[in-house]
Structures are given as structure tokens and as C-alpha cells.
């Protein structure tokens, strides 16, 4: 069974409108972490933002947020006002396991496209 | 600054060679991680490290073994190299995971692309 389910392949979005990137995740720790990254056609891989299964807030980083709903399992990303920069895939990861070992899957990916 | 270096960016191996990806991370990281990417199927984990000699299988260890005799560099190694093997392998690092903090992310290498023919 897939941990980390992306559902949409591909978005499209008008720059300085909002944009919300979907993701599910499946586990039975209590302990766990959540991530998006940004993968430019560069191929680096970027880190945005992170959210631990104990925060209570919903995770900020400047134009990124997490909408993290614990008990729906999902973590989405909103980016406000987006950029024609901000075109890229992004990947939502989990993080889980006890400390010393600690798996860190990704999903498939969500490839978006800013529109001037 | 942080780094994950891997030790090629493009590589052609010929199918049944024995094929060696280094990586190596200069952050003291105990934790360590390789990955393929392929179109559509995202990273998928092929196998992980969190301490010196320690290996994990992740979820496609098939085909595919590591090594880690030193803290700072984590060895992929394809035994007998397959055309199915041809794909984008990403190295990445991350320091032990603390639940509440946010320094929790994977640092990446640039990535070795792996033609098999």
C-alpha cells in the first residue's frame, strides 16, 4: 500500500493566485514527520517546509503552509500568491520509525505549472 | 555549507557489470538514504543507513545492495547492472529525527543518472 499518496499529477495555476497540492499518508506511528520538497527542472531537490505529527500549529515558511488535518491523515501545501519561479514538481515525504531508524518515503509527485 | 556529493552525474554501464554509486555527506549526519526516480513513480527508496555498518532494505532493495563503513559515505551497488536499472539514483542525508524539531529534512546530492545498455 502506498504511505504517501499524491493525486494530482498535474496543476495549473495563475501567478499570484493560491494553490493547494494534495497529499495523504498512511501510518500507525505516533511519531512521524511530514515534508514537501520542490524539485526545479534543475533536478536539485529543495526543502519547503515541515510538520511534526505533535505540533499543534500549522507549519509556515514565508509563501508556504501546511494544512496538516491529523485525523483525515492528509498534509497539504498551500502556496500563496505563486510565481512564475514556483513552477516545479513537488514531493510530499513522511518521515517515520523510532529513533536510530528512521524511513523517510515519497510520493509520486505534483507537477505545477504558474501561468503569467 | 551543507553537502551530499555523489560521485557522478551521468554514467553508462553495460548489462551484467558491477556498478558502484558514491555518495558522501560532510554534516555528521547519522542518517542516510538512496533513492531512484523515475517519471510518475516519484523517489522511491531503495535502501537506508542510520548508523556506521548499519543498512536498512527500503521498499525496492531488489537488485541492489550498500555499504557503509564510515559515517560519511553510504555506497550503492548494483551487482549485475540491468536496463531496468536505468533511472535518476539520489543520495540524500539527515541527522537523527527529533519529533519536534524542524531541522528534520533530508539534504540531497545532485544525482547520478545511470544509463544501463
Known amino acids: 500500500a502506498q504511505k504517501i499518496t499524491q493525486t494530482q499529477p498535474g496543476m495549473f495555476v495563475q501567478e499570484k493566485e493560491a494553490v493547494t497540492l494534495d497529499c495523504t499518508y498512511d501510518?500507525?506511528?505516533?511519531?512521524?514527520?511530514l515534508f514537501w520538497y520542490k524539485q526545479p527542472s534543475s533536478g536539485e531537490m529543495i526543502f519547503l517546509i515541515y510538520?511534526?505529527?505533535?505540533?499543534?500549529q500549522n507549519a509556515t515558511e514565508g509563501r508556504y503552509s501546511l494544512n496538516f488535518q491529523k485525523a483525515r491523515k492528509s498534509a497539504n501545501l498551500v502556496i500563496s500568491a505563486s510565481q512564475l519561479g514556483d513552477s516545479a514538481m513537488y514531493f510530499c515525504?513522511?518521515?517515520?520509525?523510532?529513533?536510530?531508524?528512521?524511513?523517510?518515503?515519497f510520493g509520486t509527485g505534483t507537477k505545477l505549472q504558474v501561468i503569467p | 555549507d551543507v553537502k551530499v556529493t555523489q560521485s557522478s552525474r551521468y554514467l553508462v554501464k553495460r548489462t551484467g557489470e558491477k556498478v558502484f554509486l558514491e555518495c558522501v555527506q560532510d554534516?555528521?549526519?547519522?542518517?542516510m538514504f538512496w533513492y531512484r526516480q523515475d517519471p510518475g513513480l516519484g523517489l522511491r527508496l531503495i535502501y537506508f543507513?542510520?548508523?556506521?555498518?548499519?543498512?536498512e532494505k527500503g521498499d525496492i532493495p531488489e537488485g541492489y545492495s550498500v555499504s557503509r563503513e564510515k559515517k560519511e559515505r553510504f555506497s550503492l551497488i548494483l551487482e549485475s547492472a540491468s536496463t531496468n536499472q536505468t533511472s535518476m539514483y539520489l543520495c540524500?542525508?539527515?541527522?537523527?529525527?527529533?519529533?519536534?524539531?524542524?531541522?528534520?529534512?533530508?539534504?540531497f546530492g545532485p544525482g547520478t543518472r545511470l544509463t544501463v545498455l
Open positions: 501510518t500507525s506511528d505516533q511519531s512521524y514527520g
Open positions: 540524500a542525508s539527515s541527522p537523527t529525527f527529533s519529533g519536534r524539531s524542524r531541522y528534520n529534512e533530508q539534504f
Open positions: 510538520q511534526g505529527s505533535y505540533d499543534e
Open positions: 543507513s542510520y548508523d556506521v555498518k548499519m543498512k
Open positions: 515525504a513522511m518521515r517515520e520509525g523510532r529513533a536510530g531508524y528512521q524511513k523517510v518515503t
Open positions: 554534516m555528521d549526519h547519522e542518517n
